[in-house]
């Protein structure tokens, strides 16, 4: 687990800096993912095999194993840094690390490198090797903060920066780093530098700085990442709201909690509730692995009749030619203007004549005219190579409480009811699976928030369904056809995440945990 302060070293370097990835305990960290399967697996697949021939060059001329390599040289603290990443930035993106190592891997390291002394920068011997291509420096000290804001500076540790020479720049921009000095100018300064700083300690600390010239000089996005029981979690940060979702009025979602997802079956393999748009671009996202042609209400010109949330789930059966059972649920400001309409678009729908569409839209027929919650439904057949598909659409609105109203009150006259409406396409056979460990029931102990979007997916459960489909898939879909091997997505139990404003609405937060199989966890134990 890194340690409190970890943070507080990043928010120190010099504002130049684009991207840093701050890693404690790092030697620690590769035993701990060199035994699970998933990175067992993730490790087979095609990689930069420049990078990985250098390294391994570099720890055969040091006498060690590329893993020995890396705990002495990287194990302990280590920052990359990277700065002039930007697009329109003059030259070439530039690099450099900064790593705590131990004395003796210093002195190894200076001896069988060759590295030489060429210049002295304030006060700092500058050396170079390979010919003068990097620059190296060091120091007697710690990557550490005292409760005072200065680096710890002892004898028990040696402070290592390295860089290629081209990055001259950067790796000067930092040296004051090894000397427990803080640069003039540092990230610590910027709203980038003071959510690093707030973030609680985990494994690993990582930054971006997107900026967007015209609206958000300042745009970024930052992480805390973290394994823990053999869970990957990350807390992050992106910054200001209004640049990440241009066009969306930071003060418009209200806060609400989630315990509608705790009303839905058990066991979904997605589930996804938040702001409508957010919502459907999910559902967009995911229709391909869904394989459904799903009624698109905003394409049918409804938007302007929608609220501004929406739920999407999608349950599936055990065998890969089983189709999914899907719910979808957006809420709505009036459901009297809405209902005429959306009844007359998914009654389209339905299969057969006009006559008998119209025929079936009710079940059961309701005396003067179908009431809101009256469950509707049309059949839709699809033909396929073997038989025609029969499925069920299903919908109905819910009437809810209008705001200020006592519960269970009836809405004035003159005042428009609020409530959601749900749709439901029912395959012909059940898709819902046995209750599992993961369900919508892991978000019953979130708070209200001002939530843009909460879900969870169970990557297993489409595992046999990618696989199914990734025979269509573009040749150079690499990650598709990785995510679809048996020996990935089996090992993912499930993924959970929310998004939300905080209270300033400036920012947007983030929480995502990834939980491995049992099965998986153990084995990394």
Partial sequence: MAEPDLGSVVARLPTSVDLALAVDNGAALRRELGGMPLMLTLATQPRPEAVFEA????????????????????????IIAGADLQYGDA???QWALLSEIDPATERSLREKLGAAPRRIVGGQVVLEFEHGSFLMATSSGRLRCTPGGAFQNTPASTLLLLAPADDRRLFEQLLPLLHCRTPESSLAQLPVGQAVESMRARDAVFFSRLP??????????????????????????LAPAESWLPGVDRESPRAWSPDLLGTLPPNPALVMIGTRDAVREARLWSMPLVGLPLPDPESAGLGSLLGTRSMFAVWLGAGSGQEPEVLMATDTPNLDRLIGPADGYLSSQGAGSDAERSASVVRPPAPGGPGPSALRSVLLRRDSAAAGIESTLNWLYVPEDCEGAEPGAAVREGVAQPGWWVLHYQPRQSAQAAPSAASASAFADLTPRRYLHIGMAEPRAWGERMAALSAGMDPAGETARLLASPFVLPQIWSIRWAVWYDEGGRRISAEVTLD??????ADAK
């Fill in 55 to 78: 390294w391994s060059e570099l720890a055969g001329e040091l006498g060690m194993t590329d893993a020995e390599a890396f705990d002495l040289l990287l194990g302990r603290r280590m």
């Fill in 91 to 93: 030259g070439d993106p």
């Fill in 212 to 237: 967007d010239a015209e609206r958000a000089p300042e745009r970024f996005v930052a992480a805390n990442i973290g394994l823990v029981g053999g869970a990957w979690q990350v807390d992050a940060t």
């Fill in 516 to 521: 491995l199989t049992p099965a998986a966890a």
